[in-house]
C-alpha cells in the first residue's frame, strides 16, 4: 500500500473514532482499514491506537503520529494546489502535416502564445507521422483513424477526401456524374498517400472501388494543385488543402454525393494519466478554436 495512503487512513482511524467509521468515511472496507492501520503499526513498532470493545483512542506515539500526519497531509495538498496553480511556461513541441500546419495549426500556436507569454513553441510541420517518444514531442496533429493504440486523442474537427478539376477541364473534357465516369477522364494521383493507383468512394463496407490509369503522378500536394489549376486532369486530396481554390473558383468540388465518410482531426498525446499543465492549455485552447466544426464542409 502506498505510504501516503497509510497515513491518510491513520488520520482517519484517528478523528473518526474507530475503524467502521474511517473506512465509511473513505470509501474502503473494515477489513482494509484494519490492514492498513497494521502495517503501519508493524513498521513503526509500536501501537497507536489502543482498541476497546465500543471505541479505539489513540496511544501517546499515535497521537503525535496523528499530529504530524495532518501536518505532512495539509503541506501536500498545498503543493499540489501550487503545482497545478503555477504559471504555464516552458518549451511544447508540436508536430503537423505541412499544409494543415500552415493553414490552421500556426494561427491556433499564434494565440496561445499571445494568451501565454512565458511558453515557446517548436513546430515541426510534416506529412510524414513522427514518432513522439523518438521525436521528444508533446502533441501531435492526425487526420484519420489512430494506428496507434497507446495514444490519447481529443478530436477537434473533420476534414474530407474531395475531388476537383479546373472549370477548363470541365469545359473541355465534361463532367464526371459517377466516380465509374472517371476511367475516361485524365487524373492526377498522388503517390505518397497509397502505392495502388485507385480511388475508394462511399462507406468503408459499401462503397465502389474506381481503378485509374492516371498520366500524371505526383508526390507532392502543392504540385498535384497547380496541374490541376492548370487543366491537366482530375485530382483528390483533403479538402482543407484546396479550401482557398474552391473558394476562389479555380477549381471545382466534384462527385461530392460519392465521397468516402469525414476523417476525424485529432490532437494526440503520449499521457494516459494526468497531461502536463502546458500540453493540457494548448488542447483547450485548440479545442476553442476548432470548436468541433468541419475544417471544411
Known amino acids: ?34 490492514r492498513a492501520l497494521s502495517s503501519l503499526e508493524d513498521r513503526i513498532g509500536l501501537r497507536l491506537v489502543d482498541r476497546t470493545t465500543r471505541r479505539l483512542a489513540p496511544t501517546e506515539a499515535g497521537s503525535a503520529l496523528a499530529e504530524r500526519a495532518r501536518a505532512w497531509l495539509a503541506d501536500y ?5 501550487g503545482a497545478s496553480q503555477a504559471p504555464i511556461r516552458g518549451v511544447l513541441r508540436i508536430t503537423a502535416p505541412v ?3 500552415r493553414r490552421h495549426v500556426v ?17 515541426s510541420l510534416n506529412d510524414r507521422n513522427l514518432d513522439l517518444i523518438e521525436e521528444g514531442l508533446d502533441l501531435a496533429v492526425r487526420i484519420g483513424p489512430l494506428a496507434d493504440s497507446s ?3 481529443r478530436q477537434v474537427g473533420s476534414v474530407r477526401r474531395v475531388v476537383v478539376a479546373s472549370p477548363a477541364y470541365l469545359a473541355r473534357r465534361g463532367v464526371p456524374r459517377t466516380p465509374a465516369d472517371l476511367a475516361t477522364h485524365d487524373t492526377i494521383f498522388g503517390m505518397a498517400r497509397s502505392p495502388a493507383r485507385e480511388w475508394r468512394f462511399g462507406p ?16 507532392d500536394v502543392e504540385a498535384q494543385l497547380q ?17 482557398d481554390e474552391l473558394a476562389a473558383g479555380s477549381l471545382v ?45
Not at 12 to 26: D, F, K, P, Q, W
Not at 267 to 283: C, D, E
Open 77 to 81: 495538498e498545498e503543493m499540489l494546489v
Open 253 to 297: 468540388r466534384l462527385l461530392q454525393d460519392f465521397e468516402p465518410e469525414a476523417l476525424p482531426v485529432q490532437l494526440v498525446t503520449l499521457s494516459r494519466s494526468h497531461l502536463a499543465p502546458k500540453v493540457r492549455a494548448f488542447l483547450d485552447s485548440a479545442a476553442k478554436i476548432f470548436h468541433g466544426v468541419d475544417v471544411i464542409q
Open 151 to 153: 495514444l490519447i486523442a
Open 204 to 219: 468503408p463496407r459499401r462503397g465502389s472501388v474506381v481503378r485509374l490509369s492516371p498520366r500524371l503522378l505526383v508526390d
Open 1 to 34: 500500500m502506498d505510504r501516503l495512503d497509510e497515513l491518510t487512513i491513520f488520520v482517519a482511524i484517528v478523528e473518526a473514532g474507530s475503524l467502521v467509521s474511517a473506512a465509511r468515511r473513505l470509501r474502503r472496507s473494515p477489513p482494509a482499514i484494519t
Open 99 to 101: 499544409q494543415f500546419g
Open 107 to 123: 494561427p491556433i500556436v499564434s494565440a496561445f502564445l499571445n494568451e501565454y507569454p512565458d511558453m515557446c513553441v517548436e513546430l
Open 227 to 243: 496541374a490541376a489549376q492548370a487543366g491537366r486532369g482530375i485530382a483528390r486530396v483533403l479538402s482543407y488543402q484546396v479550401s
